[in-house]
């Protein structure tokens, strides 16, 4: 057997530096304690793969050339990854990136990393930045030097080379307010200056590649809303600093005093220092003098700038440009531009917002994280709170003025760990579920000679509690559960299904068309309302972005159930649709009850199922929904029937397992279920004569297993069981019909798999025999659809 990936769903973590993007195209974000793949050079494919290695949450990302880059984590360790092959063989072949050199760098998170061809730099929240002597080999990683910042905490570092020199700056931001630079001289790095005038934390440094004869630019950006940009040029002797003929004292002063509307320092607002620094480099041949000035204020955003960094020089694009990212969910492309001035023969450079990017007025809860260029510096790519991204792209370039940007198609997924994943009835769509506190439905798109691929394609519920589960009752109808004691009922709105038939995903008859258009939230209210007067349109002919995503795909809430005396911990429905049922946090058998709905009704069924003492954790309908299987924290399954009002108990075991048992599940032709615990066991139990079910085959596994589901036969007569487990593999089972035995026949590690936890697995209903498809989703905050391929 063989597996490969079809599908990866994935967050960016929150973090300014946690993504990079290598010269290839590739962009590469940390993802909880992965490190996500994304190749933005080859149009819209999505995450390529998911790296394991780190056991903290990744908090940092520098490429370092063609073939490696560095990573950092919240426990304080560094990875130096390394990719084998030649530039061509990595874009042509899969080359896998591997490890060779991971070290503890401190003993707290680490807050900040860049690099340079010689040296690695890391900044933690011990308050310290460390420099570190990058081997030419494959040797050991030394420490260099130790930089003590008093108790501050470092958010940024940027190195460069200084104008017309090989010495090293290396400029410091974070929680002091100031911008310390420190040079290289001889051996050691030391202070050379300290850069204030903002008002609040410093989150982003960014150096501009010099021109020839150029100055080198500092950009910074703070969490007071504003940008200033600091020229580092070769001081000469003699040279007086004078200010623009153009911009008077009273034109400088009236600046001042319109900053000082928005200020609240002692001094009334914001001060403009034209103070000229001057750093002295030492080195074996001579000593140097540069001179470090203020340049400009840029001030556009409306809270806090997270990231900032500049474009790349190239031909179409030879005037400067700085990307910088805020909260205030806006991303803005800063140039400059030329003025004439009162004199004729005079003209001046400004700054100014050349290009502004995201959502108006701040919508969107945490606004963006971070940005980054891609190197060919046609696409800005910027990521947000919830951990997705949004992409844009240079359709047309003439001049700076003349540049035509176009949002382009982009990742995302689930921020947290993912609870639950099920197929609807046809395997059209998947729908997730995630302490995000949003249910996703996944779905394939067709391509013109192209394969079809993987998006997410609606965002039906945005809720205020962590959800739990979701499940199918209908092609466009689905059940939802969330950490309250409500089971909510939705169904989707003539949007969606205009938009899945628009982009030939798939089609519906005319007598399913008679629902709402869409659906909102009204303020202060948890459930969404069916809207008619839907302002917003769906996007025409291609799929949804993130922000639209999160704004104008709501599916109208259609019922909600109550019942439950707990928050909801499981729900399933039966294989008709006909009936839903759920359970919820017991601690005694009062609540440690089955509560089954009529879902033509919404009405009970019958008397809730009763027997456990602990929580009920999963639920399961027969094929034929003649009896329902349920498994609990106090170690037991047990098996109800249908009868005349109800279900009424037919049968339990009442120890079969030796801990909680996770999940069970019924083969598609009813004759055995599987059970999954803790104990590190999955059990296969078969019917005897009469209504005994016995257990009739015991799968060990290496960790608890916590997550269970078959396939039906093929036509060799063979079926599959998947388990999950702890650890985040995933095992393949085959048997026979005449066999009760069952054989391992693969096991998918974390290569392809999981990190953490697996919370369900489902396969995909209406797959070829030879290849099937499996739906994943786990704690490590990942959802992944695998191909096996039966050999």
């Known amino acids: 057997m063989n597996v490969s990936t079809a599908y990866i769903s994935a967050s960016t973590n929150r973090y300014s530096g946690a993504s990079d993007v290598t010269y290839e195209g590739t962009v590469i974000f940390g993802s909880s304690n992965l490190i996500g793949l994304w190749d933005v050079s080859d149009g819209d494919e999505g995450i390529s793969e998911m790296i394991p290695g780190h056991d903290g949450v990744v908090t940092c990302i520098r490429v ?18 390394r990719r084998p092959g030649s530039t061509s063989q990595a874009c042509s072949e899969k080359n896998p990136w591997t490890s060779f050199a991971n070290f503890t760098a401190h003993k707290q998170a680490i807050s900040a990393l860049c690099v340079t061809d010689e040296y690695l730099v890391t900044g933690s929240s011990d308050a310290t930045v460390k420099l570190w002597k990058l081997p030419q080999d494959d040797s050991v990683v030394q420490i260099f030097q130790t930089i003590s910042l008093s108790g501050r905490y470092p958010l940024s570092l940027a190195c460069a080379r200084l104008p017309q020199s090989n010495s090293l700056v290396l400029a410091i931001g974070g929680t002091d307010r100031n911008i310390q630079l420190w040079t290289c001289s001889e051996t050691m790095f030391v202070q050379a200056a300290v850069l204030g005038g903002h008002e609040d934390w410093i989150r ?105 960094s500049w474009r790349a020089s190239n031909a179409n694009s030879p005037t400067p440009t700085l990307l910088s990212t805020s909260i205030d969910s806006s991303l803005i492309l800063w140039s400059t531009a030329t003025v004439n001035t009162e004199s004729e023969d005079r003209k001046s450079s400004i700054w100014i917002n050349r290009q502004r990017f995201g959502d108006i007025g701040g919508q969107r809860l945490g606004g963006f994280v971070g940005g980054v260029w891609r ?22 370039h003439v001049t700076d003025d003349d540049e035509v940007w176009e949002e382009a198609g982009a990742i995302g997924g689930h921020r947290g760990s993912v609870k639950s994943v099920d197929w609807s009835p046809s395997g059209t769509f998947l729908i997730s579920s995630g302490i995000d506190q949003t249910t996703r439905i996944h779905g394939t798109v067709p391509r013109t000679n192209k394969p079809a691929t993987w998006y997410e394609l609606a965002r039906p519920q945005m809720h205020g509690y962590d959800l739990l589960g979701s499940v199918f009752l209908e092609e466009l109808k689905f059940a939802s559960i969330a950490d309250e004691k409500v089971l909510r009922i939705f169904e ?101 009850v089955v509560r089954i709905y009529d879902t033509t009704t919404w009405q009970p069924v019958g008397e809730p199922l009763a027997g456990h003492s602990l929580t009920v954790t999963q639920i399961a309908f027969s094929p034929d929904n003649r009896l329902i299987l349920t498994v609990s924290r106090d170690r037991s399954w ?154």
């Not at 370092?64 to 990854?81: H, L, N, P, T, Y």
């Not at 000082?260 to 001057?278: A, N, P, V, Y």
């Open 492 to 592: 989707a709105p003539l949007r969606f299904m205009e938009l899945m038939e628009t982009l030939h995903v798939s089609q519906f008859s005319e007598n399913e068309r008679n629902r709402p258009m869409g659906a909102s939230v009204p303020p202060l209210y948890l459930s969404n309302k069916a809207d008619e007067d839907v302002t917003i349109a769906a996007p025409e002919m291609r799929r949804p972005f993130d922000g639209e995503l999160a704004s104008v795909t709501l599916w109208p809430e259609v019922e909600k159930i109550f019942g439950h005396g707990y928050e909801s911990i499981t729900l399933a429905t039966s294989n008709s649709g006909r009936y839903i049922a759920s359970a919820c946090k017991a601690s005694s058998p009062e609540h440690a």
């Open 375 to 396: 190197p060919d510096g046609n696409e800005v790519l910027a990521w947000g709170w919830s951990g997705g991204w949004r992409r844009w792209r240079c359709e047309s």
């Open 64 to 81: 370092m050339d063609s073939q490696s880059f560095a990573s950092a984590d919240d426990k304080g360790e560094v990875r130096i990854w």
């Open 638 to 791: 047990r098996l109800y029937q249908r009868a005349e009002e109800g279900y009424r108990f037919l049968v339990h075991e009442s120890k079969p397992h030796g801990r909680i048992i996770w999940d069970c599940a019924w083969a598609p032709e009813g004759d055995i279920f599987a059970t999954a615990s803790r104990d590190k066991t999955v059990k296969i139990w078969g019917k005897d004569d009469g209504d005994n079910w016995r257990c009739v085959s015991t799968l060990k596994t290496e960790e608890s297993a916590t997550a269970v589901h078959f396939t039906a036969f093929d036509s060799q007569q063979k079926r599959y069981l998947a388990v999950g487990l702890e650890n985040g593999k995933i095992l393949i089972y085959s048997s026979v019909k005449s066999d009760t035995s069952w054989t391992s026949k693969m096991t998918i590690t974390s290569d392809f798999g999981h990190v953490s936890q697996i919370n369900r697995l489902r396969w995909r209903p209406g797959t070829g025999e030879q290849f099937r498809e499996i739906a994943s989703c786990s704690e490590d905050g990942t959802l992944k659809i695998l191909i096996v391929q039966i050999v």
């Open 204 to 308: 982003g440094l960014s150096f501009s590649s010099p021109e020839a004869d150029g100055p080198l630019v500092l950009a910074s950006g703070s969490q007071d809303a504003t940008i200033r940009l600091w020229n580092i040029e070769v001081f000469k002797k003699g040279a007086k600093f004078q200010a623009s003929e153009s911009f008077t004292d009273d034109l400088l002063d009236a600046f001042e005093e319109s900053l000082g509307d928005f200020g609240d320092t002692e001094e009334g607002g914001r001060q403009i220092s034209l103070k000229r620094h001057i750093l002295s480099v030492k080195s074996k041949q001579e000593n140097s003098l540069f001179s470090v000035t203020f340049d400009a204020l840029l001030v556009g955003h409306e809270a806090g700038i997270t990231s900032i």
